[in-house]
């Protein structure tokens, strides 16, 4: 099995920046493709970015495109999402995964999931 755990969310003025962090534990001799979606409160998750195994197909989804950058470092078992020019839209939970196959913005896709890490942007 996978454990995943995400950090580095926080309370941040707009226009900050912050960058969140997925490490993985367990059974991690096996690459995956990764995965950041996000919640907000009385929203649906959706799809934000998308990585894979080797790190050279990066995806974003629209709203984040020019603002966040997706990259990992597989000696460490860790991916990394840099998010510039943070907005109050882009307050949510966001959550990291790993998957096997299937469409990256598929959250149906993703077999391992974290706990969470807040992103609260606000003045």
């Known amino acids: 099995q996978v454990q995943l755990g995400e950090s580095g969310g926080g309370l941040v003025q707009p226009g900050s920046s912050l960058r969140l962090s997925c490490a993985a534990s367990?059974?991690?001799?096996?690459?995956?493709?990764m995965g950041w979606f996000r919640q907000a409160p009385g929203k649906e998750r959706e799809f934000v970015a998308a990585?894979?195994?080797?790190?050279?197909?990066?995806y974003y989804a629209d709203s984040v495109k020019g603002r966040f950058t997706l990259s990992r470092d597989n000696s460490k078992s860790t991916v990394y999402l840099q998010m510039n020019s943070l907005k109050p839209e882009d307050t949510a939970v966001y959550y990291c995964a790993a998957r096997y196959s299937g469409a990256y913005y598929e959250s149906r896709s993703y077999v391992y999931w974290g706990q969470g890490t807040q992103v609260t942007v606000s003045s």
């Open positions: 990585i894979n195994l080797s790190g050279s197909s990066l």
């Open positions: 367990g059974s991690t001799s096996r690459t995956y493709a």
